[in-house]
């Protein structure tokens, strides 16, 4: 766990955690590997705060193989970039990010059998 808690360390955001706790949580473990993941895709080339048109592709074609489609990342950077600066930062991978735990969700409660 001392790296995950390195990893987050690295970051230039604020970061307020106890030290003396003995493991990450499952969900705080979670979000420094999406941070984690954003940050490895984002330090392609000089601006490491923001995701380019190839850096994100080349995320969804990795991270993503069984959602998305590696020719569809155009489009969903489109959709994603709402400040329109061709760039996705981190507050746009992260809405994301939302939107699939959304939908997983409601895909496994309509797997769920009805009583």
Same mark, same amino acid.
């Given at each position: 766990?001392?790296? !995950?808690?390195?990893?987050? /360390?690295?970051?230039?955001?604020?970061?307020?955690?106890?030290?003396? *706790?003995?493991?990450?949580?499952?969900?705080?473990?979670?979000?420094? /590997?999406?941070? $984690?993941?954003?940050?490895?895709? *984002?330090? &392609?080339?000089?601006? #490491?705060?923001?995701?380019?048109?190839?850096?994100? &592709? %080349? !995320?969804? %074609?990795?991270?993503?193989? /069984?959602?998305?489609? *590696?020719? +569809?990342? *155009?489009?969903? =950077?489109? #959709?994603? +970039?709402? @400040? #329109?600066?061709? /760039?996705?930062?981190? @507050?746009?991978? =992260?809405? =994301?990010?939302?939107?699939?735990? $959304? %939908?997983?969700? #409601?895909?496994?409660?309509?797997?769920?059998?009805? %009583?």
């Amino acid at each position: 766990m001392t790296h !995950l808690r390195n990893i987050l /360390l690295q970051t230039d955001c604020p970061v307020s955690f106890s030290m003396e *706790a003995p493991e990450l949580t499952a969900t705080e473990t979670s979000l420094i /590997l999406l941070v $984690g993941v954003f940050n490895q895709y *984002a330090s &392609g080339d000089s601006d #490491k705060k923001t995701l380019s048109k190839d850096e994100f &592709g %080349k !995320l969804v %074609k990795d991270e993503f193989p /069984l959602i998305f489609q *590696a020719k +569809d990342a *155009a489009d969903i =950077m489109k #959709k994603l +970039d709402k @400040n #329109k600066d061709n /760039l996705i930062d981190i @507050n746009e991978f =992260m809405h =994301m990010i939302s939107d699939l735990v $959304g %939908k997983s969700y #409601k895909m496994m409660c309509d797997m769920e059998p009805k %009583k």
